[in-house]
Nanobody, 128 residues
Framework: QLRLVESGGGLVQPGGSLRLSCAAS????????IGWFRQAPGKEREGVSC?????????DYADSVKGRFTISRDNAKNTAYLQMNSLKPEDTAVYYC????????????????????WGQGTQVTVSS
């Protein structure tokens, strides 16, 4: 059983940065694509970014975060990351990481149903 734990959330001023981590245990992440999702109060959960399995050759981002967020993975540490720069108040949400067993070189952040394992979430609040 794969267990995911997010960390790194917190309160940050607009324009600031945070790096979220998604640490896995129980199984190796090597053959799992990783997705980051978020849910703001009163809104549905939405996809933010994804990275393909193994070397992470393929990444994808929602238009709302493109150019500001960077997803990465370190298989040796069994951990994935989401670097968030130039944060805006509208980025405020609970952020979740999820894993999808997908040995190929693709990923999708729009098909949440394909992700079998989810973390508990970490709160990100962007406010002055």
């Amino acid at each position: 059983q794969l267990r995911l734990v997010e960390s790194g959330g917190g309160l940050v001023q607009p324009g600031g940065s945070l790096r979220l981590s998604c640490a896995a245990s129980g199984l190796t992440l090597d053959y799992y694509a990783i997705g980051w999702f978020r849910q703001a109060p009163g809104k549905e959960r939405e996809g933010v970014s994804c990275i393909s399995s193994r070397r992470g050759d393929s990444t994808d981002y929602a238009d709302s975060v493109k150019g500001r967020f960077t997803i990465s993975r370190d298989n040796a540490k069994n951990t994935a990351y989401l670097q968030m720069n130039s944060l805006k108040p509208e980025d405020t949400a609970v952020y979740y990481c999820a894993a999808d067993f997908r040995p190929g070189s693709s990923c999708s952040y729009t098909t949440q149903i394909e992700y079998n394992y989810w973390g508990q979430g970490t709160q990100v609040t962007v406010s002055s």
